[in-house]
């Protein structure tokens, strides 16, 4: 990348501007919630206990690059909420929110004073997001929750892989990812709902298992009315065919789709084989996914001779639907990535600069604003404090004597 970085602009305004969110989840779900909302001008205030929070624990080179990510746009707090004065200061900051953010196992909040009922009796306007692995009630809701037992537990590892091998779980954290995403705009419509007068405040149950499971789309329709489970096809796919990854001549892989007869029509001829789309083995989608080791061997023999480059070249200009393989080395090199600036490098403190994904979605009247790099632990504990009322002396208490 040749531009110059971002600046921060703490005096930057979004569209969700004058919206207070308190986050006191930890790790990567609630703080991908909070991201998309602090990402649009949302005032996001992460309360932290004295550890931090352990997505900083997430080290990679010596440097918390996970919270340099996913803290932006944040404010930090550092409260040890076992303490009856830090208690005191986050039930005061629970009363100017607009938005709570939680992810403890079900029943915690309860046990720490601040159930729902008891929130919302006292901020009838208060939106409280509520995350956990299996959703507040159920036979799992008490069970711990980590993405990794949902991703198996959804269906979606069970699809994961090759036939002949054991299913495989996504290497990052997708779960999380998606809820994350979903609760972001849950609050959305929540806040819409508070804006018409048509609810005020309420409590979003929000399991990391039911969006992930939604990823799986009709599976379950399937099953009941075929009462066939997927298998694993590794790259390949149950719904349509060609699809799949292929090697080039030159060891690199390029990912081909002929989801619709008309493309598929047109990878045949490009491969020399235009038969193929009146064979009655291949003429129909259903037929080329019924025969799909067939369909793919004869697309991999093409590519098998040409080198990944030339062949995306000549698939492109035919009007095949097919893109490389890209590990980040290729993506940070990619013309396409820099000039649309699908990762962009912002101002950092320990590294002078850092890319990081951008802003989404792309808004033309209200984007996001880049306001805040990712706060030191507790580095706005007071100033938020006594943004809420709390006077000196109580501040001074609540951080026993830190000048910070």
């Keep these: 990348m040749t531009k110059e970085p971002k600046s921060f602009d703490a005096a930057a305004k979004g569209p969700l501007d004058g919206i207070r969110v308190v986050d006191l989840s930890r790790l990567v779900a609630g703080n991908m919630l909070s991201l998309q909302l602090g990402d649009f001008g949302a005032d996001v205030i992460k309360v932290e206990p004295p550890v931090g929070d352990p997505l900083r624990d997430w080290r990679d080179g010596g440097s918390s690059l996970y919270w340099k990510t996913y803290g932006r746009n944040k404010r930090s707090v550092m409260l040890n909420l076992r303490e ?33 009922e008891t929130l919302l009796a006292s901020n009838p306007d208060l939106i409280v997001v509520r995350i956990s692995g299996f959703g507040q009630t ?107 990854v292929y ?17 598929a029509k047109r990878i045949f001829e490009i491969i ?78 320990e590294h002078g600069s850092l890319p990081m994904h951008n802003i989404l979605p792309r808004m033309s009247a209200t984007p996001g604003v880049w306001r805040n790099p990712a706060p030191a632990l507790g580095e706005n504990t007071r100033d938020v404090l006594n943004e809420v009322g709390l006077s000196t002396d109580e501040i001074d208490l609540i951080m026993g004597g830190r000048t910070e």
Excluded at 247 to 263: E, N
Excluded at 322 to 338: L, M, R
Aim: aromatic share 8%; charged share 25%.
């Design 84 to 116: 009856p004065a830090a208690m005191g200061a986050m039930l005061k900051l629970l009363d100017t929110a607009d938005v709570f953010i939680e992810n403890f196992r079900p029943g915690t909040l309860e046990e720490m004073g601040m159930a729902p």
């Design 138 to 244: 159920g036979p799992y809701a008490t069970l711990p929750g980590f993405g990794t037992l949902v991703e198996a537990m959804s269906g979606f590892a069970a699809r994961t892989g090759f036939p002949d091998r054991e299913p495989v779980l996504p290497p990052l954290a997708l779960a999380d990812m998606i809820a994350g995403i979903y609760g972001s705009s849950a609050v959305s419509m929540a806040l819409l709902a508070r804006q018409r007068g048509t609810a005020r405040g309420q409590v979003i149950d929000l399991s990391l298992l039911e969006p992930m499971f939604s990823v799986l789309g009709p599976e379950a329709a399937i099953y009941k009315t075929t009462g066939k489970i997927k298998e694993r096809v590794g790259s390949g796919s149950n719904t349509t065919s060609p699809r799949n």
């Design 247 to 263: 090697r080039c001549a030159d060891g690199k892989y390029v990912a081909l789709s002929g989801s619709t007869q008309a493309v």
């Design 272 to 349: 020399g084989r235009p038969e193929m789309i009146t064979d009655p083995r291949f003429a129909t989608n259903t037929d080329r996914v019924r025969n799909r080791p067939l369909v793919d061997e004869a697309v991999s023999a093409w590519f098998a001779t040409r080198e990944r480059d030339d062949a995306l070249d000549v698939m492109r200009r035919a009007g095949a639907t097919v893109g490389p393989v890209y590990n980040i080395a290729d993506a940070f090199s990619d013309a396409h990535f820099i000039e649309r600036e699908v990762f962009t490098e912002v101002e950092d403190r």
